[in-house]
């Protein structure tokens, strides 16, 4: 796992400011997500057993397909 990964721009609000997000799921156990704090989406959530799933969450946070936000009347 790299010490400072590179995480891709939120998908809604377009804020830089994302990272990692540790919550408990109603199973007990930790799952892992990335997080914008601009906006509060995160996504996609992982099992977190090992520092391997940070990576897993990163890949996919970063991989994920680009949104048409447009709306149109």
């Known amino acids: 796992m ?3 990964p590179e ?4 998908p809604f609000c377009g804020s830089s400011d994302v ?3 540790y919550r408990l799921h109603p ?3 930790e799952i892992c997500t990335i997080s914008c ?3 509060g989406a995160c996504g996609p959530f992982r099992a977190y ?4 799933d940070d990576d897993e969450s990163v890949s996919a946070w ?7 936000l447009t709306f149109t009347r």
């Open 2 to 4: 790299s010490i400072y």
């Open 7 to 10: 995480f891709a721009p939120c």
């Open 19 to 21: 990272g990692y997000a």
């Open 27 to 29: 199973d007990g156990h």
């Open 37 to 39: 704090t601009e906006c």
């Open 49 to 52: 057993t090992s520092e391997a």
């Open 62 to 68: 970063n991989s994920r397909s680009d949104i048409d």
